[in-house]
């Protein structure tokens, strides 16, 4: 798997746009980047994953860069319930069902009112 | 559903004593994972089954540690015997082969050993 590389921390205003950065700079043409997040006393949750292609679900947008060698998460409008620790993972999303994430230190997340 | 079920919530005990950590998976996914947690590794993977058979247990760290699948609903997670730094946060999770990047964790068991 290609390493990661994420801030320990960050803090964003509530309401506002929350721009968590990933610098994957080794990944493999056939690596996915994932990213899961950790609420407080909770297990990790799955956010969002995308291979070159920006991608937007329900809960956040994901914006690769064209060489693929960072990404960012982007919470649109953070919220107080949005502290947690964001994990960053790149692996291969092969066939057979094989693919387990390996969580590194991730970013810590501190939405402020 | 009610999500992927952990118990005990909580646990101490003394050094030496036997601990026994429960998961049941969510119905229908066939894939089940033991994690552990601790400040000073993160996350780590111990173990994941298949299908009830262990596929990878690299991850465990000595064999005071065992873990078994008896079925598709149910599964633990021994410790024998325990020692303070087994003390962490031991999640299960699981997902169906047909979703990989979704892996379902439960609430976790937070062990303390005295």
């Known amino acids: 798997d290609a390493k990661t590389t994420q801030p320990p921390s960050m803090d964003c205003a509530e309401g506002r746009a929350a721009n968590l950065p990933c610098n994957h700079s080794?990944?493999?043409?056939?690596?996915?980047v994932y990213w899961y997040r950790q609420i407080h006393s909770q297990g990790p949750q799955y956010i969002i994953h995308?291979?070159?292609n920006n991608e937007t679900n329900e809960m956040a947008s994901l914006i690769i860069t064209e060489d693929r060698k960072s990404s960012t998460l982007i919470l649109p409008h953070a919220t107080l319930r949005d502290t947690a620790v964001y994990y960053c993972?790149?692996?291969?999303?092969?066939?057979?069902?094989?693919?387990?994430?390996?969580f590194g230190r991730g970013t810590s997340l501190i939405v402020h009112p | 559903d009610a999500g992927v079920i952990q118990s005990p919530r909580h646990e101490v005990t003394e050094m030496g004593q036997e601990v026994t950590l429960r998961c049941k998976p969510i119905?229908?996914?066939?894939?089940l994972f033991w994690y552990r947690q601790t400040m000073m590794r993160g996350l780590e993977l111990l173990i994941y089954?298949?299908?009830?058979?262990?596929?990878?247990d690299s991850g465990m760290p000595e064999d005071r540690f065992s873990a078994k699948m008896p079925n598709a609903s149910f599964s633990t997670l021994k410790i024998q015997p325990s020692e303070p730094r087994d003390s962490a946060v031991y999640f299960c999770?699981?997902?169906?082969?047909?979703?990989?990047?979704?892996?379902?964790f439960g609430p976790g068991t937070r062990l303390l050993v005295l």
């Open positions: 993972i790149v692996r291969v999303a092969g066939a057979g069902g094989s693919y387990i994430p390996t």
């Open positions: 080794t990944i493999s043409g056939n690596e996915y």
């Open positions: 999770a699981s997902r169906p082969t047909s979703h990989k990047e979704t892996q379902y």
């Open positions: 119905s229908g996914h066939d894939y």
């Open positions: 089954f298949n299908n009830n058979v262990p596929i990878d």
């Open positions: 995308g291979l070159k």
